[in-house]
């Protein structure tokens, strides 16, 4: 059909022309949808706030040749401002968006669009520490996308753990055997709190030591920047915020 409606997060925008914005949505249903939003950056607009990065909407959309043109937008979630006024949840927002934005169009599934809807809503709350947030987020997305870490058996042959070798080239914790020469050794408080991060364990993960969080932050970067095509730009920054 020619007009359709689907709930939204918005990505990214571009300006275009002198008053419309191209928007980068993932939705939960159609996948991620570039659409036109005109006249959004005018001060008259009706909904030109509810389509910027970080916010949820419920979106009316016309199916366009290579860009659809948003019709109709209404807010479900507002997190930009909550976000945008802390340095830390709003460069962990962007290199979760940018991660979400960087996963090949066909695993931008429903359970896709719900954990980032997720991970905002909590930054915005200021549920957990946000680097955290963004861990788990980065995690969870990967195994959605069937890059789940192995934690608890060899990435390479199986063996099951515990291992203290991380090889993000091979998915992961690795046995001896098949780790390869300068393999990063993390403690078993990190590879504890890489399963809490990735089983969403919260009382394990806040109540986890500075050391093991600096260590799996760094970890989770490395494996999710291996496995996106492109690395995650907006990491660098988060970095910065820490």
């Not at 980068?24 to 950056?41: D, E, Q």
């Not at 109709?72 to 979630?77: I, M, P, T, V």
């Not at 090949?104 to 809807?117: D, G, H, K, R, S």
């Amino acid at each position: 059909m020619p007009t359709y409606r689907d709930e939204v997060v918005v990505l990214r925008t571009h300006k275009l022309g002198e008053a419309d914005r191209i928007v980068t949505m993932l939705s939960r249903r159609h996948g991620k949808i570039r659409a036109v939003a005109k006249g959004v950056r005018r001060t008259s607009s009706r909904f030109g706030a509810r389509l910027e990065p970080f916010m949820v909407a419920d979106v009316q959309l016309y199916e366009g040749r290579s860009l659809d043109i948003v019709q109709q937008a209404e807010s479900l979630g507002s997190y930009g401002a909550d976000i945008a006024v802390h340095y830390d949840r709003y460069t962990s927002a962007h290199a979760m968006v940018e991660a979400a934005d960087r996963l090949n169009e066909a695993e931008a599934t429903v359970q896709q669009y719900l954990l980032l809807v997720g991970g905002l809503r909590a930054l915005a709350k200021g549920e957990h520490a946000a680097r955290q947030i963004l861990d788990s987020y980065l995690l969870r997305a990967m195994a959605l996308s069937g890059w789940a870490p192995a934690l608890d058996e060899c990435a390479r042959c199986g063996k099951p753990g515990p291992h203290d070798l991380f090889v993000a080239q091979l998915g992961g914790l690795v046995c001896a055997a098949d780790a390869p020469a300068g393999a990063a050794r993390i403690s078993t408080d990190t590879a504890a709190l890489l399963r809490a991060l990735m089983a969403g364990e919260w009382d394990a993960v806040d109540a986890a030591a500075p050391a093991a969080l600096a260590s799996a932050s760094g970890l989770v970067a490395a494996y999710a920047q291996w496995h996106l095509e492109r690395g995650i730009r907006s990491l660098a920054h988060v970095e910065q915020a820490r």
